[in-house]
């Protein structure tokens, strides 16, 4: 019998990547989006790898109402591009519990951008929090207690970053002084589900990753030529491809190789294995002592390679790849930047037994098959 899994915020750039590797690792996926930050265009992607649709309904988890038709919040323009009859509209997320027997719960659905969270708080907290609970009171209400959360590193303490020994276990260490609004929306869902793993019976693999690269090749996702990407790489392919005239490298005073700032660039390809690793691991049995309280499960993991990245050292493994210039120009940073921003994945290569693969090279030239079409 396949496990039946809600994901919400699907559409978005990760949670679609998921559908597919959940689908064919034999599960049951249903989806569930507002598209406020994401388009119809995932179905049609994931139609071409899967030969079908999984049941996508159209739900705001910000209300426990049928959200208002997109046609009123401006977004009819985005089920033009597929036969959007066959898209479920306007459901509560009851509604959807009510139909399916769901036996775990990914949740993607987020405002996620750090910039916006900073001009925002209020918008990101709402959104973010008081919504999210929304969703964990129907799980419990339907008995559904297991779940995948997508959080992130920006939950750290800055000075985890500063440890270059990795001495900190950093699952575990300075998560509390959070350096943007965003963070604080992770950091706070975090402690909600810990405490609801300890007196609610929830199963959680809470799944801690920062700068996920897309290099999913069969991606043929539509984007829109003006679309100007906030992150790195999306931004370098577009010089690479002549739509933008040069990367702003956001400044340089970090004493890495070239002064630039490091990250700990993942493939989403390897990311998507972290957490079917971690579905494995909190859906093995588990000894429940009788007649206790329900056994609930926190597990924290670091999906990471461990490597740090700088911004000009990845301008050249793409030069490398592309064959071309890259031009760049040194700008100001930006506000809530951090200069280095990477841990040690040790815990989750010794408890899942996983570990990122795929190399930086071997992303970009992914990622540039896709950008150079
Ligand atoms: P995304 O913005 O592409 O996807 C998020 C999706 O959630 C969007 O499709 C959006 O329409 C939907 N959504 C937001 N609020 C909603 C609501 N109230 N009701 C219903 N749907 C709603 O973001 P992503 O990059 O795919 O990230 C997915 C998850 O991974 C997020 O939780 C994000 O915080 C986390 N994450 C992302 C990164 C990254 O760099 N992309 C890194 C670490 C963690
Ligand atoms: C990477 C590096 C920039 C663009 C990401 C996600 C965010 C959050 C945290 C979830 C930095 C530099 C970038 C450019 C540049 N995810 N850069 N010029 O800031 O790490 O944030 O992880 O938890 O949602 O976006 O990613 O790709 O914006 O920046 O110099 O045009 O590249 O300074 O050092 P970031 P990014």
Known sequence: MKKTILITGWTGYIGSHWVVAFEQAWYKTVIVDNLVNSSLKSLDWIE??????????????????????????????????????????????????????????????????????????????????????????????????????????????????????FSWAVETDLTWNTTNPYGTTKFITEQILRDLSSFSGFRVANLRYFNPIWAHESWVIWEDPAWIPNNLLPYIMKVATWELEKLKVFWWDYPTIDWTWVRDYIDVVDLIEGHLKSYEKITSPQPSPLGEREQGQFEVYNLWVGRGISVLEMVEVARKVTWKEIS?????????????????????????NWEAKISLEDSLKNSWKFYNK
């Open 48 to 165: 071409k790898i899967l030969w079908y649709k999984p049941d996508f309904y159209n739900v705001d988890l910000r209300t426990s109402l049928q959200p208002s038709p997109l046609e009123e919040r401006g977004q009819v323009e985005k089920i033009n591009y597929i036969d959007w009859k066959e898209v479920k509209w306007n459901f509560s997320l009851e509604e959807v519990f009510k139909k399916y027997g769901f036996d775990w719960v990914i949740h993607f659905a987020w405002l996620k951008a750090v910039w916006e969270s900073c001009e925002k708080p209020l918008e990101y907290f709402d959104n973010n929090i008081v919504w999210t609970i929304k969703l964990f009171e129907v799980m419990e209400k339907f008995w559904v207690k297991n779940i995948i959360f997508s959080s992130s590193a920006t939950v750290y303490d800055s000075r985890v970053y500063e440890d270059k020994n």
């Open 328 to 352: 760049y120009e040194i700008v100001e940073r930006r506000s809530w930047d951090l200069a280095e921003v990477y841990c040690n994945p040790n815990k989750a290569k010794k408890e899942l």
